[in-house]
């Protein structure tokens, strides 16, 4: 399966400034997406982000507080703004191997980024 | 009703028994179906992945998939005190936008 690395891993930040995630696949990928997985909770998928285009947002999740980039087939970028405390959780980018057996939907996970926001 | 519901535990099984992992989805016409396996603080890792109905063998992990009841299950044979996480089932939604939703998960205990 693809292997995907995220930075940072880990941050604590103060409430009303923003952070960057960045997710690189060490394979061209058509299919990334971020979730969110809040303490003690499972995975919600903020969005999808596929190359060349804007990325799809789920509802509850506005472009404004989470901007997404997708500048090419490796790479992406969450960015959280304005950030709250309520924004504590663990980001996952996760991406579609077309190389994985079976059918092309699954997904695998990256590291993840804990976020403690103060 | 949520779209992907498990019981969320905590489930304990002692070691060398099996292990049974139960989910129910609502969307009907789903295809794909997944176990992911999370440790505390780390990433969900894929397990198994199954299509069509009956049972799917891999190592000491058998996923089993009723499409008519809209049931997925793990089951663990020879548990080990390594099996203990938290075991996470996904469904490829296709209703609306497809797209791949996660049960709450089950946290699972295996004693030694």
């Known amino acids: 399966s693809a292997v995907i690395s995220q930075k940072p891993s880990r941050d604590i930040c103060q409430r009303g400034t923003s952070l960057t995630i960045q997710c690189q696949v060490d394979?061209?990928?058509?299919?990334m997406f971020w979730y969110r997985q809040q303490p003690g909770q499972s995975l919600t998928l903020i969005a999808t982000?596929?190359?060349?285009?804007?990325?799809?947002?789920e509802s509850g999740f506005v472009i404004d507080k989470f901007p997404i980039s997708r500048p090419n087939l490796t790479f992406s970028t969450l960015t959280v703004s304005n950030m709250s405390p309520e924004d504590s959780s663990i980001y996952l980018c996760s991406v579609e191997d077309p190389r994985s057996e079976g059918a092309t939907d699954t997904q695998y996970f990256g590291p993840g980024t804990r976020l403690t926001v103060l | 009703q949520k779209e992907v519901e498990q019981n969320s535990g905590p489930l304990s099984v002692p070691e060398g028994a099996i292990a049974s992992l139960n989910c129910t989805y609502s969307d009907r016409v789903s295809q794909s179906f997944f176990w992911y396996r999370q440790y505390s603080g780390k990433s969900p890792e894929l397990i198994m992945s199954i299509y069509s109905n009956g049972d799917k063998e891999d190592g000491r992990f058998t996923a089993q998939l009723n499409k008519a009841s809209q049931y997925v299950s793990l089951l663990i044979r020879d548990s080990q005190p390594s099996d203990s996480a938290t075991y996470l089932c996904?469904?490829?939604?296709?209703?609306?936008?497809?797209?791949?939703?996660f049960g709450q998960g089950t946290r699972l205990t295996i004693n030694p």
């Open positions: 394979s061209q990928v058509t299919m």
């Open positions: 996904a469904v490829t939604l296709i209703q609306g936008a497809q797209k791949l939703v």
């Open positions: 982000a596929n190359q060349g285009s804007e990325a799809t947002y």
